[in-house]
């Protein structure tokens, strides 16, 4: 299995909302990411789990909390969200942080908040 | 500090014909890896390419190839015989100390190809 799997594909949420995007992988990555990406902007970091511990945290809101239970998952848990969240979620694993295999990225979340 | 820099916003290419996308990085590590990606419409990132900053030969996997010119710090895509199924947003990516760093992977702005039929 050489695949990154995010759940949901898509997702519309209100601001008093809470939600979360799933993300696994079955490669024996340890290493995982979330970054968040806006129109024809390149992806932007947000955090990095390293051997299922929080590792880098980009100064990201309070509003989105991340979540590693295990090696083979990730989870963003998303509370009070504003409209201008709204972008396109990738998660993407490696086998470390700096291992020159570089990362597998999935397909993606396209979140939507109203 | 780590940078990437993509001077084209959009490329048009006619189809069957080569494309070449520009890329150039700045890093001061000596070991670093850097990577070319695709991003469709649907949103997936796409592994294509990839260069050691060690490696003596320039990467090159099927229809990709990466023009490296290390003196420079550039590292071109050249993708061979256009298809209409390339047109997407293209990521340079860098990622430094790739033997044991622990820095992420830095990504260009990206350039929007479009090929025309």
């Known amino acids: 299995d050489t695949e990154v799997t995010q759940t949901p594909k898509h997702l519309v949420m209100g601001m008093t909302n809470k939600k979360s995007l799933k993300c696994e992988q079955h490669?024996?990555?340890?290493?995982m990411y979330w970054y968040k990406q806006k129109a024809k902007k390149p992806p932007e970091l947000m955090f990095v789990?390293?051997?299922?511990?929080?590792?880098i945290n980009e100064s990201v809101p309070s509003r989105f909390s991340p979540e590693c239970p295990n090696s083979s998952l990730l989870n963003l848990h998303l509370h009070a969200l504003q409209p201008e969240d709204s972008a396109l979620y990738l998660c993407?694993?490696?086998?470390?942080?700096?291992?020159?295999?570089?990362?597998?990225f999935g397909s993606g979340t396209r979140l939507t908040v109203v | 500090a780590q940078k990437i820099t993509q001077t084209q916003p959009g490329m048009f290419v006619q189809e069957k014909e080569a494309v070449t996308l520009d890329c150039t990085y700045d890093?001061?590590?000596?070991?670093?890896?850097l990577f070319w990606y695709k991003q469709p419409s649907s949103g997936e990132m796409i592994f294509l390419i990839y260069?050691?900053?060690?490696?003596?030969q320039n990467a090159t996997e099927g229809r990709y190839s990466l023009n490296f010119q290390k003196a420079r710090k550039s590292a071109n895509l050249v993708i061979s015989a256009s298809q209409l199924g390339d047109s997407a947003m293209y990521f340079c990516?860098?990622?430094?100390?790739?033997?044991?760093?622990?820095?992420?992977?830095?990504f260009g702005k990206g350039t929007r190809l479009s090929v025309i039929a």
């Open positions: 993407a694993s490696s086998q470390d942080v700096g291992h020159l295999n570089g990362y597998t």
């Open positions: 490669m024996g990555h340890r290493a």
């Open positions: 789990y390293s051997y299922e511990k929080l590792s």
């Open positions: 890093t001061s590590d000596p070991s670093y890896g």
């Open positions: 260069q050691g900053s060690y490696d003596q």
């Open positions: 990516s860098l990622l430094p100390r790739i033997y044991g760093g622990n820095t992420p992977l830095v």
